[in-house]
């Protein structure tokens, strides 16, 4: 939200509020997937995508204007870090119950170590990463 500054017109006693632009308003972002379902690999060697809304993302990394980092995963309806090529589909499955009171895709923060051993997870498709970053979760 941009900060108002006052004007005060001397012919009324009111005051006029005006945006003023904030020189730091942009934020970037990155959107991360599991190879094989890639846009294009980075510098880092982790396989991302360009789409946020796509149902590929599953990781998300948010830089704001201020500076701050933003790590955040997706996570299932059983409330566990999303599994994208998980042969039991347990991510996908829900009850109406739950289609109707959960969110599907719902993203959570997590620490910048959880978010690393995510990331490997990703790249290598090696499940032990992803059990490590569940660990770092509690």
Known sequence: ML???P??????????????PNKKETSSSEYYTI??????????HYPRTTEELSSK????????????????I?????????????IYGEEKQSSFLDS????SNKFIDVSPKTFELYLNFLKTKNTSWLYNAERELV
């Not at 004007?7 to 003023?20: A, G, P």
């Open 3 to 5: 900060p108002l500054r």
């Open 7 to 20: 004007i005060i017109r001397k012919t009324m006693n009111d005051y006029i509020f005006e945006q003023t």
């Open 35 to 44: 190879l094989g379902q890639h846009d294009f690999i980075d510098d880092n």
């Open 57 to 72: 993302t599953v990781a998300k990394k948010i830089v704001k204007y201020d500076g701050k980092i933003r790590y955040c």
């Open 74 to 86: 997706k996570i299932g309806i059983n409330n566990k870090l999303i599994n994208p090529i998980s």
């Open 100 to 103: 109707i009171c959960r969110a």
